[in-house]
């Protein structure tokens, strides 16, 4: 049987350095302000679907397709009603270092990587409105935009959510997104706790989480 694959799987893991994917969502210390740094280059064997293929164990009639490399800090990834990718890169905890990318998906499957927003604060959360626009989530805000507006540098944004909850400055500042299926514009948003001072008995200072519940 041939192997089969999908956008799903084959992204899941394969966009970013290898410790992408287990990374935290919660901003480090100022230590380690930026991600470690891992390999860039995959080994591949062979093709998968037209994509290099990556030789990994996977159940029967699967295989895994690279799609990229080279990325710096991948958080989150959409795909578009023609078959296109958009992908947030976080870029690191530095302020204004992340970018959103997009993926021409081609006719041999294979996909053309273009950064189409740039200086962007640690973009993570990312999704496709019912609008077929592309919504993206920062520490504080929400914004959605064309991913093929021209004739510009970077694509218009127009500001949906401000002054998130849990934003810029709390333990936990990323947002992740997605839309209802049943109620296409009704919009899920995650959001983080503001610290960690629950969790140990060591801190002196009140518990923000535990008063606004109380």
């Not at 970013?16 to 080994?43: H, K, N, R, V």
């Not at 996909?111 to 640690?122: E, G, M, P, V």
């Not at 983080?192 to 008995?201: L, V, Y």
Request: hydrophobic share 35%.
């Amino acid at each position: 049987m041939r192997s089969s694959w999908t956008v799903a799987l084959g992204l899941a893991c394969i966009l970013g350095p290898l410790g992408a994917c287990s990374s935290s969502d919660e901003a480090p210390t100022p230590e380690t302000d930026e991600p470690e740094a891992t390999l860039d280059e995959y080994q591949t064997r062979g093709t998968c679907a037209g994509l290099p293929r990556l030789p990994l164990e996977t159940p029967a009639g699967v295989c895994v397709g690279l799609v990229a490399s080279g990325l710096k800090f991948p958080r989150g990834i959409a795909q578009l009603p023609n078959g296109d990718l958009v992908l947030a890169d976080m870029g690191g905890w530095a302020l204004n270092k992340g970018s959103v990318w997009l993926f021409a998906r081609g006719a041999n499957g294979t996909y053309a990587k273009r950064q189409i927003l740039s200086q962007i604060d640690k973009p993570s959360g990312i999704a496709v409105g019912p609008d077929n626009l592309v919504y993206v989530a920062t520490p504080a805000d929400i914004f959605r935009f064309d991913p093929y507006e021209t004739g510009r540098p970077q694509p218009r944004l127009k500001l949906v959510v401000r002054n998130l909850l849990g934003g810029e400055g709390a333990r936990h500042p990323l947002h992740h997104l997605a839309f209802d299926p049943k109620n296409p514009w009704q919009l899920y948003v995650n959001i983080g706790s503001d610290s960690d001072m629950c969790e140990s008995e060591q801190f002196a200072a009140p518990c923000n989480e535990a008063e606004r519940a109380a």
